[in-house]
């Protein structure tokens, strides 16, 4: 059965013997770790299981720590003696990787097996174990999936822990943002304390739904560490009544400590909040193949056929004059819940017209995109289509004459090497960042020589 949870942050500092007494500048974050150590100790779970940023992680698979016992220490922070020695529940982390391997989700036992303990999980349990020991230890890692699969991987650790008459609580491991002070890790950026807003407002009423509609360009700007993990927890308590208990906040060195205990209730079906959002994904991407953009409506049916047929489509009829006569380079570029799932295109026209270019680079982008696997069949609903029509591309002398909004970027050298980056993309705010992101897309160190060009398109999204 499911007994509780909690969300907690893993400052190093926090221990004793590492702050050295800079932890007392930190008192909120002290006195609610002991807060949250009572709590733990007054539900006497039998099972602990951490959602950790720092255990191994992969692009495309949640890792479940397996092995029977994992090993850590402070060493790395000159406090060696503080050391820790764990039990795994390997009834758990079996069933959890049989489960996901009959659902065909990707997490489970299958790769990694580090044996060392992360900060993420011995900063809690350094607290933890002063008030209650007698409970073994599930650790999951994170992953560069989108944040609907981590929230639906919480939705399986909860069915898994409701059919279990064992007692099990979640420990939700992670800071927030990372830039909120000028002398701070990473300096200050405005999305810092805007994120801790947001965050412990979610986290603070159980509306776990939001957590599923951050930007990945905010969240990269935030410099947050823990919301995947958050996420986690979001779907660990899907469909559940909760009381949260808001205990601090601060972000007194420039990273931001969080804390909330959830008490939870009996099952409600209106906090339905992974189906709600797909239902707003699926209205909006259902739009596609009957949209009133031929280029969109073009891509998206070549999509469609593909996937689901591993078929070309014919040109369709009623296409605008320009798209059957005109040539140019075309970028298909595919998102799914805000993440790029793949993006393909040519710098110059390759067919004998738009809608052939369309068609060829849709087909690409959704099977050959190297960076990911084929689209499959049940993403379908999910998608985000644009289409970016390239305008004749233009020398320029130096990067004065580029605008990351109104300038995609060639890089080139003399042996045939070149990168290209479309403009006004999320994330991508400075000149210099949007030619770095070419010349690595093109295998172009910055020290070469390397010319420049510029073009502008016409997005179609």
Same mark, same amino acid.
């Given at each position: 059965?499911?007994?509780?949870?909690?969300?907690?942050?893993?400052?190093?500092? =926090?221990? =004793?013997?590492? !702050? &050295?007494?800079?932890?007392?500048?930190?008192?909120?974050?002290?006195?609610?770790?002991?807060?949250?150590?009572?709590?733990?100790?007054?539900?006497?779970?039998?099972?602990?299981?951490?959602?950790?940023?720092?255990?191994?992680?992969?692009?495309?698979?949640?890792?479940?720590?397996?092995? @029977?016992?994992?090993?850590?220490?402070?060493?790395?922070?000159?406090?060696?003696?503080?050391?820790?020695?764990?039990?795994?529940?390997?009834?758990?982390?079996?069933?959890?990787?049989? &489960?996901?391997?009959?659902?065909?989700?990707?997490?489970?036992?299958?790769?990694?097996?580090?044996?060392?303990?992360?900060?993420?999980?011995?900063?809690?349990?350094?607290?933890?174990?002063?008030?209650?020991?007698?409970?073994?230890?599930?650790?999951? !890692?994170?992953?560069?999936?989108?944040?609907?699969?981590?929230?639906?991987?919480?939705?399986?650790?909860?069915?898994?822990?409701?059919?279990?008459?064992?007692?099990?609580?979640?420990?939700?491991?992670?800071?927030?943002?990372?830039?909120?002070?000028?002398?701070?890790?990473? !300096?200050?950026?405005?999305?810092?304390?805007?994120?801790?807003?947001?965050?412990?407002?979610?986290?603070?009423?159980?509306?776990?739904?939001?957590?599923?509609?951050?930007?990945?360009?905010?969240?990269?700007?935030?410099?947050?560490? %823990?919301?995947? @993990?958050?996420?986690?927890?979001?779907?660990?308590?899907?469909?559940?009544?909760?009381?949260?208990?808001?205990? @601090?906040?601060?972000?007194?060195?420039?990273?931001?400590? %969080?804390?909330?205990?959830?008490?939870?209730?009996?099952?409600?079906?209106?906090?339905?909040?992974?189906?709600?959002?797909?239902?707003?994904?699926?209205?909006?991407?259902?739009?596609?193949?009957?949209?009133?953009?031929?280029?969109?409506?073009?891509?998206?049916?070549?999509?469609?056929?593909?996937?689901?047929?591993?078929? &070309?489509?014919?040109?369709?009829?009623?296409?605008?004059?320009?798209?059957?006569?005109?040539?140019?380079?075309?970028?298909?570029?595919?998102?799914?819940?805000?993440?790029?799932?793949?993006?393909?295109?040519?710098?110059?026209?390759?067919?004998?017209?738009?809608?052939?270019?369309?068609?060829?680079?849709?087909?690409?982008?959704?099977?050959?995109?190297? &960076?990911?696997?084929?689209?499959?069949?049940?993403?379908?609903?999910?998608?985000?289509?644009?289409?970016?029509?390239?305008?004749?591309?233009?020398?320029?002398?130096?990067?004065?004459?580029?605008?990351?909004?109104?300038? %995609?970027?060639?890089?080139?050298?003399?042996? %045939?090497?070149?990168?290209?980056?479309?403009?006004?993309?999320?994330?991508?705010?400075?000149?210099?960042?949007?030619?770095?992101?070419?010349?690595?897309?093109?295998?172009?160190?910055?020290?070469?020589?390397?010319?420049?060009?510029?073009?502008?398109?016409?997005?179609?999204?």
């Amino acid at each position: 059965m499911l007994i509780g949870a909690v969300m907690v942050p893993h400052p190093p500092i =926090a221990v =004793a013997e590492i !702050g &050295r007494g800079e932890e007392k500048k930190i008192q909120p974050t002290l006195d609610s770790f002991s807060a949250v150590s009572e709590y733990i100790a007054e539900q006497k779970p039998d099972t602990i299981i951490v959602t950790t940023p720092h255990a191994v992680m992969y692009r495309d698979w949640f890792n479940v720590s397996k092995g @029977s016992e994992a090993y850590g220490d402070f060493s790395r922070y000159r406090a060696k003696n503080v050391s820790f020695h764990v039990t795994y529940d390997e009834d758990f982390t079996d069933r959890l990787s049989a &489960r996901c391997q009959e659902e065909g989700f990707p997490a489970g036992t299958a790769y990694d097996n580090d044996p060392l303990l992360d900060q993420g999980t011995m900063v809690p349990l350094y607290f933890i174990r002063q008030k209650y020991e007698d409970f073994k230890l599930v650790r999951i !890692g994170l992953s560069g999936l989108p944040l609907p699969l981590h929230y639906r991987l919480g939705m399986l650790i909860q069915k898994l822990c409701m059919e279990d008459e064992k007692r099990y609580l979640i420990v939700a491991s992670g800071d927030l943002s990372h830039c909120e002070l000028a002398d701070g890790p990473y !300096g200050y950026q405005p999305e810092g304390p805007e994120y801790d807003r947001r965050l412990m407002a979610d986290m603070g009423s159980g509306s776990f739904g939001n957590l599923l509609r951050y930007e990945p360009a905010f969240l990269e700007k935030a410099q947050e560490c %823990g919301h995947r @993990s958050f996420t986690i927890l979001g779907g660990i308590l899907d469909r559940l009544q909760v009381t949260p208990n808001v205990l @601090s906040h601060e972000a007194t060195f420039g990273v931001g400590y %969080g804390f909330v205990i959830y008490q939870i209730g009996n099952h409600d079906d209106s906090r339905a909040f992974l189906d709600e959002y797909e239902a707003e994904v699926k209205a909006s991407s259902g739009k596609l193949a009957e949209g009133e953009d031929p280029y969109i409506r073009l891509a998206y049916q070549t999509i469609q056929e593909w996937v689901s047929h591993h078929k &070309r489509i014919t040109i369709p009829e009623n296409l605008p004059a320009e798209m059957l006569k005109n040539q140019a380079g075309v970028f298909v570029s595919i998102h799914e819940y805000g993440e790029l799932r793949g993006c393909i295109g040519t710098i110059s026209s390759t067919c004998s017209s738009i809608a052939k270019e369309i068609i060829q680079n849709a087909v690409s982008a959704c099977s050959r995109d190297p &960076r990911f696997d084929p689209v499959r069949i049940d993403e379908l609903p999910f998608l985000e289509i644009s289409v970016d029509v390239l305008k004749e591309a233009e020398e320029i002398p130096d990067a004065s004459m580029l605008d990351v909004k109104r300038y %995609g970027v060639i890089v080139s050298t003399d042996d %045939g090497r070149r990168g290209l980056l479309l403009p006004n993309l999320d994330g991508v705010d400075t000149i210099q960042e949007q030619i770095s992101i070419a010349l690595r897309k093109g295998g172009i160190s910055e020290a070469e020589p390397y010319t420049l060009e510029r073009f502008e398109v016409i997005r179609h999204e």
